[in-house]
């Protein structure tokens, strides 16, 4: 005889956290791409071509280098939003992964938080702010794998206790 044991409520939240992070990125590439229409241009195409003339330019691949890393990571965004967004687990280790990337780059994990510079006229305000809620995103997702950890022991001590 076998019990299932109901989700408890910090796993109901872990999964929310978990999907709330996977539609934010998803609006993060939305933005982007209304960002770039709205200015005429192609998103991540123009901003490789301004960085490649950028580079032939001032003879370093710097800006080129850059430019392509910056659109890798907003392409997997996508990825990690869909992924997120479905409670995958895949979501978490490259949300991990994209962390630094982010933070380099400055890419924040709530979209809105670029506009935190700009209203507040101080860029450390919104860097802090960036690194705050990169942290606290891997910290919400990593709680989601603990909650997966205790439950399966929950679940297979009470399958093992029902058998004997």
Not at 50 to 62: N, V
Not at 63 to 68: A, D, E, G
Not at 105 to 113: A, C, E, M, Q
């Amino acid at each position: 005889m076998s019990y299932a044991i109901a989700p408890t409520k910090r796993s109901d939240r872990a999964t929310l956290w978990t999907r709330t992070w996977g539609v934010l990125d998803l609006v993060a590439v939305v933005l982007l791409i209304v960002a770039s229409a709205v200015r005429g241009r192609i998103p991540l195409w123009d901003d490789v071509a301004d960085a490649l003339t950028t580079t032939q330019q001032y003879e370093t691949s710097l800006p080129l280098f850059v430019s392509c890393i910056h659109a890798m990571v907003v392409l997997s965004l996508l990825a990690t939003g869909y992924l997120l967004a479905c409670n995958r687990p895949a979501g978490r280790y490259l949300a991990a992964a994209q962390a630094p990337f982010r933070i380099a780059l400055v890419i924040p994990s709530v979209p809105f938080l670029g506009y935190l510079g700009s209203t507040t006229g101080s860029v450390h305000v919104m860097v802090a702010a960036l690194v705050l809620t990169e942290l606290g995103k891997l910290w919400t997702l990593r709680g989601r794998a603990v909650v997966q950890v205790e439950e399966s022991r929950v679940t297979h001590a009470v399958t093992r206790s029902g058998n004997q």
